[in-house]
């Protein structure tokens, strides 16, 4: 029972396909399709031993995952449909984790990340160092994509355990973000769940539309009054959205196509290329692009007329 996956009991188990969020071929290469397939109502049941599960894949939106921090010897995690993943606690002790994938989920905090690797230093120390040593208490790729989160680690990178690839994709208000965990300011879990309780959201005025630069894979853009919220977003781009920003400039974000690539969607030239004036190394970005305004607080809101006139230069010289 080394590779199981729990899927929704009332769904054909045969029907997945195993989305890899890794720009690393190495990491998708390295994931070990499950052989053992237990229903969601089973997994007490049919999981006896669960120090021999070593792949665990989760396709259902459990209610309770405190089942997984008993799998000690876990080296991949992936929950695709985390709805109610409040926290990462139930990790901390898998001090064997290599792979961490968890999608569309509510995790209010990653304190259970930042105990993990603690607790990796501790015994990749307490192993000499070695470079075995830093292959079995390594990571090589962690990806948390959350609506929820507003705790992030400060730096990953300071607990000398080797980090293959990170990517943090946290949703505030009605727009993604995606950037660094080292540019990210922590804030206490108590105002988080403080937050959720009052469901208090900052507003920015009566108006349900904000106005943004909308550029296609066609080589035509236009500055458009689209309205707020991701629906909206979702029926421009033609599916979930993701975020991008970049380092240095927080008042600006484009929002693309999550799986634009797998979807076949054609390369979106003028996108890439205006990346290019904010980034040293150009993104290949498919489909359509959605480019907005961010405020202090990282909600998305109208571009400025300055900003406007920034852009549109930058894409008519490109076009």
Sequence with gaps: MSYVQIYPKDAKRNNEAYLMPWESDAICYNFHVPEVFIPDDAIEEMITDPLKVETLVVTADLKDYDFIEKMKNLKQLYLYHAGNFWD????????YLRQLCIMHSEVLCLDGLNEL??????????DSNSLAAEITYGIEGIFIHSDESRLRLTSIYDYGVTIGELNLILYTGDCREESSPDEITRVSLDRIRDREKTGSKKHRGPSDRIRAIVAGSNGEYEVAEIKKGSESLRAIIGGDIEGLTFAGHT?????????GKIMGLPVNTLASVFSLEFVSEI??????????GLDE??????????QIDAFMKILREIH
Excluded: M, Q, R
């Design 88 to 95: 990462l606690s139930v990790i901390k002790d898998l001090i």
């Design 117 to 126: 690797l603690i607790n990796k230093k501790e015994a990749l120390d307490l």
């Design 251 to 259: 008042d600006f974000i484009l929002f693309i196509n999550e799986i």
């Design 283 to 292: 993104p290949i970005i498919h489909g359509e692009v959605v480019i907005c």
């Design 297 to 306: 607080e990282g909600d998305t809101c109208d571009l400025t007329d300055e």
